[in-house]
């Protein structure tokens, strides 16, 4: 399939630069896939297009503090953003200006932290050396939250500390965030609950290759960058009885939903962890998932690729320019689609 197939005009103002007001104030686009009809909402009322017995499934990943801003004892500036974490103390980041950081370059932080540069790797990217080396436990104190390259600002709001993570967040370790589960409150979790609607929870790490567009010509060219995931015997076992009991698993989001079929495996959920590169795109036949609660992606993306995979690549599209036509907002603190 070409990716030029899964392009689409957008209007750079649709781009949204910060949060709904209120999170389940964003506007909802629903899609049934069934007849192609298209309805529009709030995200407060979801509760209304799930049935008694439906499971959804979030992510509980917490996007950690991964944007550092140092110096070199030369007093050059570096920013250092961290990916992930392969032994203790010792990660996969971005460096910039990298070309400037010549490799044994020690970095210093505020709170103590340092860390010394390693080798540029052949994608860009650096392996860095932290002391001491459990960086997790300070990142409160001296990291940024990492913005999407999109939300243009120069520093981060106040805001973002926590409009940036779920309400369910507990799992540090995403650089950037699992965006269909911010619409959540407390108040739509009543009205799930009341409506006899379940919930599981999954973690995977969210990375930054989630942002990298499909550069080549055709998507089955394309590869993504692995994620760290945890798929919990209880996640396995309730979403198993789920569907044993005739009830529809809702993935909410495209990181769930490479989990989950990435564990369905032999006619059942089984539970793991480990990395997934599970690369989801038409034509692909679904397993793990029934419904698919997702914001609006970047024109040539892989996430826009497993939706099209999802719902049809003509009625996605149909959707997409439906919701620029309607000045749906999009991307990270956009609005939501829940597709059926």
């Given at each position: 399939?070409?990716?030029?197939?899964?392009?689409?005009?957008l209007p750079?103002?649709?781009?949204?630069?910060?949060p709904?007001e209120?999170?389940?104030?964003?506007?909802?686009?629903?899609?049934?896939?069934?007849?192609?009809?298209?309805?529009?909402d709030?995200?407060?009322?979801v509760?209304?297009?799930?049935?008694g017995?439906?499971?959804m499934a979030?992510n509980?990943?917490?996007?950690i503090?991964?944007r550092?801003h140092?110096?070199?004892?030369?007093?050059?500036?570096?920013?250092v953003?961290l990916?992930?974490?392969?032994t203790?103390g010792?990660?996969?980041?971005?460096?910039r200006?990298?070309?400037k950081?010549?490799?044994?370059t020690?970095v210093?932080?505020g709170g103590?932290?340092?860390a010394?540069?390693?080798?540029?790797?052949?994608?860009?990217?650096?392996r860095?050396?932290f002391?001491?080396?459990n960086?997790?436990?300070?990142l409160?104190?001296?990291g940024e939250?990492?913005l999407p390259?999109?939300?243009h600002?120069d520093?981060?709001?106040?805001?973002?500390?926590?409009?940036?993570q779920?309400?369910?967040?507990r799992?540090p370790g995403?650089?950037?965030a699992p965006?269909a589960g911010?619409h959540?409150?407390d108040?739509v979790?009543?009205?799930?609950?009341?409506?006899?609607?379940?919930r599981a929870?999954?973690?995977?790490?969210?990375?930054?290759?989630?942002?990298?567009p499909?550069a080549a010509?055709?998507l089955?060219?394309?590869?993504?960058?692995?994620?760290?995931?945890?798929?919990?015997?209880?996640?396995?076992?309730?979403?198993n009885?789920?569907?044993?009991?005739?009830?529809?698993?809702?993935a909410?989001?495209?990181?769930?939903?490479?989990?989950?079929?990435t564990?369905f495996q032999?006619?059942a959920?089984?539970?793991?962890?480990g990395?997934?590169?599970?690369y989801?795109?038409?034509?692909?036949?679904?397993?793990?998932v029934?419904?698919?609660?997702?914001?609006f992606h970047?024109?040539?993306?892989?996430?826009?690729?497993?939706?099209?995979?999802?719902?049809g690549?003509e009625l996605?599209?149909k959707?997409?320019?439906?919701?620029?036509?309607?000045?749906?907002?999009f991307y990270?603190?956009?609005?939501?689609m829940?597709i059926?």
């Open positions: 399939m070409k990716t030029a197939d899964i392009d689409y005009d750079e103002e649709l781009i949204a630069q910060h709904c209120r999170r389940d104030g964003s506007r909802l686009l629903v899609v049934n896939r069934a007849t192609g009809e298209l309805r529009e709030e995200y407060r009322n509760a209304n297009y799930l049935r017995g439906d499971c979030l509980d990943t917490r996007v503090r991964a550092l140092g110096q070199k004892d030369t007093g050059g500036r570096v920013q953003f990916l992930r974490e392969e203790p010792v990660w996969l980041a971005l460096m200006p990298s070309a950081v010549k490799p044994g020690v210093r932080f103590g932290v340092s010394t540069a390693g080798e540029v790797l052949p994608d860009g990217r650096r860095v050396r002391e001491p080396p960086v997790l436990d300070v409160e104190s001296v939250i990492p390259p999109y939300i600002r520093t981060p709001e106040s805001g973002d500390l926590t409009r940036y779920t309400v369910f967040a799992q995403a650089v950037a965006t911010l959540f409150t108040e979790f009543a009205a799930l609950d009341a409506k006899g609607v379940d929870f999954l973690t995977l790490h969210v990375g930054y290759g989630t942002f990298k499909v010509e055709t089955e060219e394309h590869r993504v960058d692995p994620e760290e995931f945890e798929f919990p015997e209880e996640t396995a076992a309730r979403l009885a789920v569907r044993a009991a005739g009830g529809r698993i809702v909410v989001g495209t990181t769930c939903t490479r989990v989950l079929e564990q032999h006619g959920f089984t539970a793991g962890a990395v997934t590169d599970k989801i795109h038409p034509p692909y036949t679904f397993q793990g029934d419904a698919l609660q997702t914001n970047l024109p040539k993306s892989s996430l826009l690729a497993l939706v099209c995979a999802f719902a690549t996605t599209l959707a997409y320019q439906h919701a620029v036509r309607q000045r749906f907002r990270s603190y956009g609005d939501v829940l059926l």
